[in-house]
Nanobody
Framework: QVQLVESGGGLVQAGGSLRLSCVAS????????MGWFRQAPGQEREFVAA????????YYADSVKGRFTISRDNVKNTVYLQMNSLKPEDTGDYYC????????????????WGQGTQVTVSS
């Protein structure tokens, strides 16, 4: 079992920044591919970003490219999502997810999920 705990969400004005963190415990962190997903009210959960086991592979949804940066620290067992130039459409609950070999953009490919952290971007 892998336990994931997100933090760093909040209320921010459009154009602002937030940094989300997700701390993992329970298994060897570097064995897991990590993803960030988000879900707005009434919408399906969507892929935001993913990072491979060593951090060599990084993937983004088109909607966040150039604004968001995913990174990981395998010593601190933590994955980060730096979010800049935030827009109202970035509002939602943000979840981190872990799996050993997922299809990185498919939420169904991840076995482990955090409880989520809420991000609200005001216009």
């Amino acid at each position: 079992q892998v336990q994931l705990v997100e933090s760093g969400g909040g209320l921010v004005q459009a154009g602002g920044s937030l940094r989300l963190s997700c701390v993992a415990s329970g298994r060897t962190f570097s064995d897991y591919f990590m993803g960030w997903f988000r879900q707005a009210p009434g919408q399906e959960r969507e892929f935001v970003a993913a990072i491979s086991w060593s951090g060599a592979g990084i993937y983004y949804a088109d909607s966040v490219k150039g604004r968001f940066t995913i990174s990981r620290d395998n010593v601190k067992n933590t994955v980060y999502l730096q979010m800049n130039s935030l827009k109202p459409e970035d509002t939602g609950d943000y979840y981190c997810a872990a799996d050993t070999t997922p299809y990185y953009s498919d939420p169904g490919g991840y076995d482990y999920w955090g409880q989520g952290t809420q991000v609200t971007v005001s216009s």
